[in-house]
T-cell receptor
Framework: SQQGEEDPQALSIQEGENATMNCSYK?????LQWYRQNSGRGLVHLIL?????REKHSGRLRVTLDTSKKSSSLLITASRAADTASYFC??????????FGEGTQLTVNP | DAGVIQSPRHEVTEMGQEVTLRCKPI?????LFWYRQTMMRGLELLIY????????DSGMPEDRFSAKMPNASFSTLKIQPSEPRDSAVYFC???????????FGDGTRLSIL
């Protein structure tokens, strides 16, 4: 079963614009992770935010976590064509178990 | 660091055949995970190991699926007999442990005819 639901399912923007993706989850988590997947490749870890954190930054990425609403958002600023990929959130529960959302397909047009 | 290595990258076989997928995790990572990705069901955890011991295999769809980790540097996922509905991309991932990012291989694209 899917832990998370991601919104939107697909997002198309122009290079230089910001992209925001949202994720909601159902059960208590230890942390929330975001991954990127390029076509035909494995998932690449982007950022991890722990349940006691509210916001985290890494380069052009900004992640927020609201445990009261069981939701997270990923903001990519100043997007580039190379950011085109699918983005997944995943909640970690006990024992390192990750449950993934359905993903957001991001297209950045040059 | 070579990352997680999976083989084969692609496998096409006929229904009823045995399929073996292989994974070499990153050295020193003591947790190993097998996932399956399909359009219909997304990314699902099949089984994971900690220090070579299977911890949770509740995601293994049925008895036709089995996974082993004979040592810290090698794991296999076997399907016997295979069925067309097993067609998917199978990923292996590893991590230092809990509360750590997972590192994925590039997957095995399996097609059962």
């Amino acid at each position: 079963s899917q832990q998370g639901e991601e919104d939107p399912q697909a997002l198309s923007i122009q290079e230089g614009e910001n992209a925001t993706m949202n994720c909601s989850y159902k059960t208590s988590i230890n942390n929330l992770q975001w991954y990127r997947q390029n076509s035909g490749r494995g998932l690449v870890h982007l950022i991890l935010i722990r349940s006691n954190e509210r916001e985290k930054h890494s380069g052009r990425l900004r992640v927020t976590l609201d445990t009261s609403k069981k939701s997270s958002s990923l903001l990519i600023t100043a997007s580039r064509a190379a950011d085109t990929a699918s983005y997944f959130c995943a909640g970690e529960t006990s024992g390192s178990r990750l449950t993934f959302g359905e993903g957001t397909q991001l297209t950045v047009n040059p | 660091d070579a990352g997680v290595i999976q083989s084969p990258r692609h496998e096409v076989t006929e229904m009823g055949q045995e399929v073996t997928l292989r994974c070499k995790p990153i050295s020193g990572h003591n947790s190993l995970f097998w996932y399956r990705q399909t359009m219909m069901r997304g990314l699902e955890l099949l089984i994971y190991f900690n220090n070579n011991v299977p911890i949770d295999d509740s995601g293994m769809p049925e008895d036709r699926f089995s996974a082993k980790m004979p040592n810290a540097s090698f794991s296999t996922l076997k399907i016997q007999p295979s069925e067309p509905r097993d067609s998917a991309v199978y990923f292996c991932a590893c991590a230092w442990g809990g509360d750590q990012p997972q590192h994925f291989g590039d997957g095995t694209r399996l097609s059962i005819l």
